[in-house]
């Protein structure tokens, strides 16, 4: 099962959208409503941001957004602040029942 | 509050096995699917491996099959991953995580493989 491709990095200044994709296939990104997006700041676990492609978890700022269109899943994040500095990572579920993750994209703050 | 807390980390020879532990609490453990995560230094995530509430399906990535051994006990809210054959390749932080969208992450636990 090959990783999911994201951009390995993504800035913008603060108050600035950015939108950070995820590229997969029809076995996984593709063929289910059942794509991620985690957060990850350094040494710490990772947080979930997003699930099932378009919905947050309660206490997520409504400034993340997801969506999909074909094998691409897409995080946007809008009115970018400082503390949105980290590593973010995408997850699908696949035909073999199995989780793929992205490659990770290191988002910066100008 | 939802806490899972891995545990049994450490050094370990090439070749050897270790036995990692997730203590679940705050929620009805047996009602969830769980997962193992890793992510080796400064690398990214890669999923392990998947067991249902009942143990009834269980998955594992292609890295892992045949080595890794995951299980879980609902009467203790315990989940294991039982790793043989350990190489360099899988030094790692290994996380559990409640499935099925991973709304909850242990702080993981270090896996060093080394001679």
């Known amino acids: 099962q090959s990783a999911l491709t994201q951009p390995a990095s993504v800035s913008g200044s603060p108050g600035q959208s950015i939108t950070i994709s995820c590229t997969g296939t029809s076995s996984d990104v593709g063929g289910y409503n059942y794509v991620s997006w985690y957060q990850q700041h350094p040494g710490k676990a990772p947080k979930l941001m997003i699930y099932?492609?378009?919905n947050r978890p309660s206490g997520v700022p409504d400034r993340f957004s997801g969506s999909k269109s074909g094998n691409t899943a897409s995080l946007t994040i809008s009115g970018l602040q400082a503390e949105d500095e980290a590593d973010y990572y995408c997850?699908?579920?696949?035909?073999?029942?199995?989780?793929?993750f992205g490659t990770g994209t290191k988002v910066t703050v100008l | 509050e939802v806490q899972l807390v891995e545990s049994g980390g450490g050094l370990v020879k090439p070749g050897g096995s270790l036995r990692l532990s997730c203590a679940a609490s705050?929620?009805?453990?047996?009602?969830?699917?769980m997962n193992w995560v890793r992510q080796a230094p400064g690398k990214g995530l890669e999923w392990v491996s998947s067991i249902s509430s009942s143990s009834s399906y269980i998955y594992y990535a292609d890295s892992v099959k045949g080595r890794f051994t995951i299980s879980r006990d609902n009467a203790k809210n315990s989940l294991y991953l039982q790793m043989n054959s350990l190489r360099a390749e899988d030094t790692a932080v290994y996380y559990c995580?409640?499935?099925?969208?991973?709304?909850?992450w242990g702080q993981g636990t270090l896996v060093t493989v080394s001679s």
């Open positions: 995580a409640r499935a099925p969208d991973g709304d909850y």
């Open positions: 099932e492609v378009s």
């Open positions: 997850s699908s579920y696949t035909s073999s029942s199995t989780q793929v």
């Open positions: 705050g929620f009805t453990f047996s009602s969830y699917s």
